[in-house]
């Protein structure tokens, strides 16, 4: 499946069983969404990914080897590990 996407382009895609998780480009991304969330299948939004901060975008995105969570870091020099089925953070780090 090709994935159109939202705003800017799409810099990583992972096909997971849920579907895929997209990170586009921060430049230019609407700064109030998150520029990181998951596909269906068919190509429905599932969820957009929880930010630690409003005025941060995802930079970088990976699946973590227990299939249920995401690391990612973002603009704002957070590293971050959300929920794969949901999006929301489940721990957040700042890093220097």
Not at 18 to 24: A, N, Q, S, T
Not at 31 to 46: A, P
Request: aromatic share 6%; with cysteine.
């Amino acid at each position: 499946m090709d994935i159109e996407p939202l705003y800017t382009k799409v810099e990583k895609s992972v096909r997971t069983q849920l579907g895929d998780i997209v990170l586009e480009s921060p430049g230019g991304f609407p700064i109030h969404e998150s520029n990181l969330y998951l596909l269906s299948l068919n190509g429905e939004i599932l969820w957009k990914a929880e930010k630690p901060e409003l005025h941060t975008m995802y930079s970088r995105v990976a699946l973590n080897a227990d299939g249920e969570t995401l690391s990612a870091y973002t603009t704002g020099g957070h590293g971050c590990d959300l929920d794969l089925k949901t999006g929301k953070l489940v721990s957040q780090t700042r890093i220097q």
